[in-house]
């Protein structure tokens, strides 16, 4: 069973930046695929970014695409989200998710663990 806990979510302005952390435990982290995924209020949980096990490689959606960044340390059990350019937006409970797979996945589904969720909110 892998637990994760996500820190880092606050309330900032537009054109902030701010870098959201997820820390794993339990299971073995670098066999994980990673992700980041959203859900603001009425909407259903989407995807954000995703990073293969041994963070080789990424994916980003198109709506954060440039101004997100996804990493991990696998030394540390940890994955990490970097926001600039925050917008209105992006408001929204973010998740960090992981799978039994060394791909990551643009995919709900595809994950089996959750953190419980952090609030970002982004004032104009």
């Known amino acids: 069973q892998v637990q994760l806990v996500e820190l880092g979510g606050g309330l900032v302005q537009a054109g902030d930046s701010l870098r959201l952390s997820c820390a794993a435990s339990g299971g073995t982290f670098s066999n994980y695929g990673m992700g980041w995924f959203r859900q603001a209020p009425g909407h259903v949980r989407e995807f954000v970014a995703g990073i293969t096990s041994r963070g080789g490689s990424t994916l980003i959606a198109d709506s954060v695409n440039g101004r997100f960044t996804i990493s991990r340390d696998n030394t540390k059990n940890m994955v990490y989200l970097q926001m600039n350019v925050l917008k209105p937006e992006d408001t929204a409970v973010y998740y960090c998710?992981?799978?039994?797979?060394?791909?990551?996945?643009?995919?709900?589904?595809?994950?089996?663990?959750w953190g419980q969720g952090t609030q970002v909110t982004v004032s104009s």
């Open positions: 998710a992981a799978r039994p797979s060394v791909l990551s996945s643009r995919y709900r589904s595809d994950y089996a663990w």
